[in-house]
């Protein structure tokens, strides 16, 4: 897909409440896609305000991709770990959207506090997304929609 616009500088935009429906991983490069945008603050408050958008995160092989899904079993909170390759599985195939809350930013590495969705019970997991890498993430998004004269 086509993006009109094009930024490095992460402390200009946020993932919170936005989800992703699909995701790749090419070439050492992870890409997730939100079709219902990002948050840029240079736009309106509203949550979110792009059009559509893609993050793009080069990944350090050495450092990779660890996620982490928190489900109750027999009243106990476990972590069951998911490879990259199955999330992006997951979220591709429409079993879950993926919901970012929270980033913390690490020595090479960012830490996402976020949410899965899926269309049976519970309907949503808590999970963490760690991802490393030593180049800047790259946010590619499009305008957010006119409406009546006003951004939408």
């Given at each position: 897909m086509e993006y009109d616009l094009i930024s490095t500088d992460k402390?200009?935009?946020s993932l919170h409440d936005c989800r992703t429906t699909s995701a790749k991983y090419e070439d050492g490069q992870l890409t997730l896609y939100f079709p219902n945008g990002i948050f840029f603050e240079d736009y309106s408050d509203d949550w979110p305000n792009t059009g559509n958008a893609a993050v793009e995160?080069?990944?350090d092989p050495m450092r990779g991709v660890s996620f982490y899904l928190f489900e109750e079993c027999e009243g106990n909170v476990i972590r069951r770990e998911y490879t990259m390759e199955q999330l992006i599985e997951k979220i591709n195939n429409k079993e879950w959207e993926l919901e970012f809350a929270y980033r913390y930013d690490g020595y090479q590495e960012i830490?996402?506090?976020?949410w899965i969705w899926c269309n049976h019970e519970p309907y949503s997991y808590e999970c963490q997304f760690f991802?490393?890498?030593?180049?800047?993430?790259?946010?590619r998004w499009n305008p957010p929609?006119?409406?009546?004269?006003?951004?939408k």
């Open positions: 402390e200009k935009f995160f080069l990944v830490l996402y506090m976020c991802i490393g890498t030593k180049e800047e993430v790259v946010f929609q006119q409406i009546y004269g006003q951004v």
